[in-house]
């Protein structure tokens, strides 16, 4: 079933053109990596993607247009990991967490049984449930990256936006994420990432889309999009690529000439 | 600052050189008044061509009995430069008058004599009687002081009805012991709510004390504006309208008891009509 | 102890002692009367003059205060929520001193007494073109520094405009007033100041009231939240209006009474797990609580004298708010 669906979505930030006639499907059970360099446009898309930034061109969440939407029919659709990590208040983790299941709840009503097993699933999965009780505010920053991220998962929308969900974790914990994320594509659910790390974008992800100046440039498997040319067109740069027990290794190593 | 100190001293040479000369008998002759108290105490006392100026509030009816009269005279603001330029050989003013002022006219070498507001009938008395030897019209002063001692005597002839009187001002202000308007009750024959609080000069009379104090007779104190106060709002309080139902409300023109002088007697006799008028109501 | 159990026990503890100083409030006054004596005038009514006391008096002071109290502790969680700021504040923000500008214009430019609802719609206008203001000032993440700045420059604008009100009515004891209009009082209100506010304030708790789940969820920012269904213009809504509807009726009838809606939601917010959604009706207690507690104060300290609110509260509340500052000015700067 098609989760996503984007055609000619175009956007602007200021007088400044960040996506340009931008199409794109996204099924059930894929593992999305969004990546391009700085300023092509991948949290713009994603944001467009929530009308958490004005766009042109059609949008459809499930099989809807997302425009006719509400804002809560639209966040039981998709979960958002937007790159600032705010926490405002020292709550407590669990309670943090359990800010996901906001949009399951109808008003003055309090979490159920449905929800809290939304919520340890989360927690378990994020390995965060040792600090379930201390305050989110006082966690160092992988920690805090890894609550948010089951907030994200305790919304259990069929589709994740996540921006930069690698940014200030550990290599354990980054692998760990990406496990997460895959784990949920086989469970039949999606994940959209914006990623910087190719390296772990090319080993994970089961399709990669690539933009460059608000257009999509490629579009496919990591093999397929992931090549020396269009490294060095798009990103400047001249990588390792390599094979190892069946998956793709990329890996920056300078500048291109 | 050079300009400012070169205008003093050209003041003060112009000063010197004409200092204003007593008049022959010692009585001063180009007199100004610069509050309304004691320009209407001048009015009454001074002899003809005696009095210069007056303060604009002489004028304002509000406040001032003499207000038709005080046409004659020519008006002052209270400034130190006008009065200056007036020239007097005597200045009279209240002790409120501007402190800046007195200071500046008594160093530009003018006489300036300040009265101070009465609290009783004796004080009034006090100030007429010095008014009458500043002014060199002893004699005035006496014919006043008796008319002033009738008028005492006679309402006190009178027997006036047992009734209470609360005086209640804009933000719940009230007069006691020492106060003019305090005494001008005690004239009347009435009792006053204040002494029965204690209460001593002009202070605030919490509303419900008011109410607790069930006066017979209430007086507002305050002229009315055109434009609302918060200061007014005492007067619309649902508890205050209570017990100040109309048939208990006094009005008493300020301009009789701002100042103390015979004129002062018409306060005692309007309070002492309206109590009249409420007993007979009550009968 | 469950942090549902500790909750419960804050507000049970907070409600026993906002009906305390209730109480404590309508025995209060330079009227000497003892407390069984007083209550028994106010609920029998067969004591003359001691029930009119009690009545018209003492009860719409104590209710007033603690609406008022209510209404500051209140909007200064929601406004600390919603801005994610520990300093907003009505006072702080410039919003009761805005609305304050809004009375004054209306009670003396004589509006008021040809239409009394004048008064407090006139009250909500100013708070809700300092809301409104600030939010445009503050733009998506307007950050701590910005907010409060422009709080101090609608503050100061909005001071000089009621100064420049009273100063020009033809009645000499406006001028007089400004004191009241920036420090507050509650002396000799009555239960038409009541009925006339009442219906604002609790129509503004309501609004506020329904800001509780949202005001969790921005705990996350503005983004997560309006991904997570809040819907950021309805929120922006109630914000702005149940702020304005609740302070400036609050404000039109007592004057503005500043730091509550600073001190209590701090002082509160650990107690409730620093819960957004907890700490409204906690601290809409706590803002009763001190405001009756101030106001028995005024009372005792000074009797006769109507020492304005503000003055306490304000020796309690700017220092905590240089406290504040101090443990905050990293994250400011």
């Known amino acids: 079933m098609t989760l996503l669906s984007l055609s000619s979505l175009s956007a602007e930030l200021g007088r400044k053109t960040v996506l340009r006639d931008v199409a794109l499907t996204v099924n059930e059970g894929e593992f999305v990596g969004l990546i391009g360099p700085n300023g092509a446009g991948k949290s713009t898309l994603l944001r467009a993607v929530l009308g958490l930034t004005p766009s042109q061109g059609n949008i459809e969440l499930g099989g809807h247009a997302a425009a006719s939407m509400s804002a809560a029919q639209r966040a039981r659709l998709t979960s958002y990991l937007p790159q600032e990590r705010e926490i405002a208040w020292p709550v407590t983790v669990e309670r943090l967490v359990g800010l996901g299941r906001a949009p399951h709840l109808p008003p003055f009503t309090r979490p159920g049984a449905t929800d809290e097993a939304a919520v340890r699933d989360a927690m378990r999965r994020m390995d965060v449930e040792d600090f379930a009780a201390r305050r989110a505010t006082e966690l160092s920053g992988g920690e805090k990256a890894r609550v948010l991220i089951a907030r994200a998962l305790a919304q259990e929308a069929p589709l994740m936006l996540a921006d930069e969900p690698t940014a200030g974790l550990d290599p354990a914990h980054q692998i760990t994420l990406m496990r997460v994320f895959a784990g949920l594509a086989k469970e039949g659910r999606s994940v959209i990432a914006c990623l910087h790390d190719l390296g772990l974008a090319a080993r994970w992800c089961s399709r990669l889309v690539l933009l460059a100046n608000g257009s999509i440039v490629a579009d496919g498997p990591p093999r397929d999009v992931l090549t020396a040319a269009r490294l060095r067109d798009v990103y400047g740069i001249q990588a390792y690529l390599g094979e190892d027990g069946g998956g793709l290794v990329v890996h920056p190593l300078d500048l291109a000439e | ?283 | 102890m469950s942090d549902r159990m500790q909750y419960v026990a804050v507000l049970g503890a907070l409600a026993v002692a906002t009906l305390a100083l209730f109480f404590v409030s309508l025995t209060t006054g330079p009227a000497d009367v003892g407390f069984g004596e007083s209550i028994r005038a106010l609920v029998s009514g067969d004591a003359d003059l001691l029930t009119l006391v009690m009545r018209e008096i003492r009860l719409p002071r104590a209710l007033l205060g603690l609406m008022i109290g209510a209404t500051l502790g209140l909007s200064g969680a929601v406004l600390q929520g919603y801005l994610r700021n520990p300093l907003a504040e009505p006072g702080l923000l410039g919003i009761s001193a805005s609305a304050s500008l809004g009375a004054v214009v209306a009670i003396y430019t004589g509006i008021s007494v040809a239409f009394p609802l004048g008064l407090p719609l006139a009250a909500l206008a100013g708070a809700v073109l300092a809301v409104l203001l600030l939010r445009v000032m503050a733009g998506e993440r307007g950050g701590t520094l910005t907010i409060i700045l422009a709080g101090v420059a609608i503050s100061a604008f909005a001071g000089a405009m009621t100064s420049l009100v009273l100063n020009l009515s033809p009645n000499p004891f406006a001028a007089t007033e400004i004191v009241f209009w920036m420090l507050g009082s509650l002396t000799d209100r009555s239960m038409t100041h009541l009925w006339l506010s009442a219906p604002f304030m609790l129509a503004g708790w309501v609004m506020l009231a329904m800001l509780a789940r949202p005001l969790d969820v921005l705990t996350l920012g503005s983004d997560a939240a309006a991904s997570m269904g809040v819907d950021m213009r309805r929120v922006q809504f109630l914000a702005v209006f149940g702020t304005a509807a609740s302070v400036g009726a609050a404000t039109a009838i007592a004057g503005a009474i500043g730091f509550i809606g600073l001190v209590v939601p701090h002082v509160l917010r650990p107690l409730v797990g620093a819960v957004p959604s907890r700490l409204l009706p906690a601290s809409a207690l706590g803002g009763a609580t001190v405001l009756l507690a101030a106001d028995i104060l005024v009372r005792l300290i000074a009797p006769g004298r109507d020492l304005k609110l503000g003055v306490l509260t304000a020796i309690v509340g700017a220092p905590f708010f240089l406290w504040l500052v101090w443990r905050t000015r990293r994250r400011m700067l």
Not at chain 2, 108 to 118: M, N, S, T
Request: hydrophobic share 45%; with cysteine.
């Open chain 2, 1 to 283: 600052m050079f300009i400012a100190r070169a205008i003093v001293a050209v003041s003060l040479i112009i000063a010197a050189g004409t200092l204003p000369a007593w008049a022959t008998d010692g009585a001063p002759s180009r007199v100004v008044s610069m509050n309304v108290c004691t320009d209407q105490l001048a009015m009454l006392l001074a002899a003809e061509g005696q009095l210069h100026s007056v303060s604009h509030l002489a004028g304002d009816p509000g406040v001032s009995v003499l207000a038709d009269e005080a046409g004659r005279y020519v008006v002052n603001h209270g400034l130190g430069e006008e009065i200056f330029l007036m020239q007097p050989d005597l200045v009279i003013a209240g002790t409120f008058t501007t402190r800046a002022t007195i200071d500046m006219l008594r160093r530009l070498g003018f006489r300036v004599e300040e009265f101070a507001p009465e609290g009783t009938f004796e004080g009034v008395k006090a100030n007429i009687r010095r008014m009458g030897e500043l002014l060199g019209r002893q004699q005035r002063a006496d014919e006043l002081i008796a008319e002033l001692d009738a008028g005492l005597a006679e309402l006190a002839s009178e027997p006036a009805p047992p009734l209470s009187v609360a005086l209640y001002s804009a933000n719940s202000y009230t007069s006691g012991d020492g106060s003019l308007s305090n005494a001008v009750i005690r004239a009347a024959g009435l009792q006053s709510i204040a002494d029965r609080l204690g209460i001593v000069g002009v202070q605030r009379l919490p509303l419900e004390q008011l109410v607790l104090a069930n006066p017979d007779l209430v007086v507002l104190g305050e002229r009315t504006y055109d434009r609302p106060a918060l200061a007014h709002e005492n007067f619309r309080h649902p508890a205050f309208t209570a017990i100040a139902s109309q048939d208990r409300l006094v009005r008493i023109p300020d301009r009789y008891w701002i100042c103390g002088a015979p004129f002062t007697l018409e306060a005692a006799r309007l309070l002492r009509d309206a109590a009249n008028a409420h007993a007979e109501a009550a009968r």
